[in-house]
């Protein structure tokens, strides 16, 4: 069982920049993807952006392409999402999920494992 926690949410003007961080109980290399969805209120969850094993690989949503940047450190159990120019519409509880599933390519939304989520709020 892995368990995932989000840290480095909050409240931001539109404009600024957040980073939020993904701790894993278990080595994170064991893990094929990891990856960051998102849930704003009366929408679906949808995925930003995810990372292979090894982080040598990237997928990003488009609307989020230029903006935000997914990384990893396997050392330290982490995952991260630097997310800058953030826009009110940005606005969402941000969840971190990982996979040790290797059928998937990085755009598929399938993932065992989750986290409780962190709210990141951007005022106007």
């Known amino acids: 069982q892995v368990q995932l926690r989000e840290s480095g949410g909050g409240l931001v003007q539109a404009g600024g920049s957040l980073r939020l961080s993904c701790a894993a109980s278990?080595?994170?290399?064991?893990?094929?993807?990891m990856g960051w969805f998102r849930q704003a209120p009366g929408k679906d969850r949808e995925l930003l952006a995810a990372?292979?094993?090894?982080?040598?690989?990237?997928y990003y949503a488009d609307f989020v392409k230029g903006r935000f940047t997914i990384s990893r450190d396997n050392a330290k159990n982490t995952m991260y999402l630097q997310m800058n120019s953030l826009k009110p519409e940005d606005t969402a509880v941000y969840y971190c999920?990982?996979?040790?599933?290797?059928?998937?390519?990085?755009?598929?939304?399938?993932?065992?494992?989750w986290g409780q989520g962190t709210q990141v709020t951007v005022s106007s």
């Open positions: 990372i292979n094993q090894n982080g040598d690989s990237t």
């Open positions: 999920a990982a996979d040790g599933r290797l059928r998937w390519g990085l755009s598929t939304t399938k993932y065992d494992y």
């Open positions: 278990v080595r994170t290399s064991s893990n094929a993807r």
